[in-house]
């Protein structure tokens, strides 16, 4: 049972460049999020879905979007990178009640 | 907004030894959800406990139990026998009863030395 898989693990990208944060969960969780951490700080929520079509902005969604298609998918997308968007990223899934189940995380250095 | 607040930054502790981390948070809900999260310097993200706001009785899993003390909303974590591989930073999180996020705190560097 793999769980919550991202992809890729690092990325070095330049100021300007966009790119997208994969996510997929094969546990048929109806909830996904995206957090991110940055150095010495706790995780802070920048998207969350409900279940497929259906997103929302958390604390900290500006400079990102995500889409929702599929059950088992939820991609960050990072339009015009930045600076202050170097940070590690984590995607989790739950279902109802129980804990949240977290990827291993993403780092990515914006330079 | 709920807000959680861990006051330790850092913490280290002597192989087989206790100890007791602290966690407060602030709530207007009467039902809610508190975690205490694990992660190593792997960066993984490991459920080390859990506690809901409407069981009076402290939860426990192994050599961890928490401290749960609702009307001061402060719900702090307890190590037994210190292991060198408690080495982590700790995050506690609080979660509303349902689909919502986790909203966590800033997080406490723990150190186990042998």
């Known amino acids: 049972n793999a769980g919550v898989t991202q992809t890729p693990k690092f990325r070095i990208l330049k100021i300007g460049q966009s790119m997208t944060l994969q996510c997929t969960q094969d546990m048929n969780h109806n909830y996904m999020y995206w957090y991110r951490q940055d150095p010495g700080m706790g995780l802070k929520l920048i998207y969350y879905s409900v279940g497929a079509g259906i997103t929302d902005k958390g604390e900290v969604p500006n400079g990102y979007n995500v889409s929702r298609s599929t059950t088992e998918d939820f991609p960050l997308r990072l339009e015009l990178a930045a600076p202050s968007q170097t940070s590690v990223y984590f995607c989790a899934s739950r279902s109802g009640f129980q804990p949240q189940h977290f990827g291993d995380g993403t780092r990515l250095s914006i330079l | 907004a709920q807000t959680v607040t861990q006051s330790q930054p850092e913490m280290s502790v002597q192989e087989a030894e206790t100890v007791t981390l602290s966690c407060t948070y602030d709530?207007?809900?009467?039902?809610?959800?508190l975690f205490w999260y694990k992660q190593p310097p792997s960066r993984q993200m490991i459920l080390v406990i859990r506690q809901e706001a409407y069981k009076q009785q402290n939860a426990t899993e192994n050599r961890f139990s928490v401290n749960f003390q609702k009307a001061a909303k402060s719900f702090s974590l307890k190590i037994s026998d210190s292991q060198l591989g408690d080495t982590a930073m700790y995050f506690c999180a609080y979660s509303l009863s349902g689909n919502t996020p986790l909203v966590f705190g800033k997080g406490t560097r723990l150190s186990v030395i042998a």
């Open positions: 709530t207007s809900e009467n039902n809610y959800y």
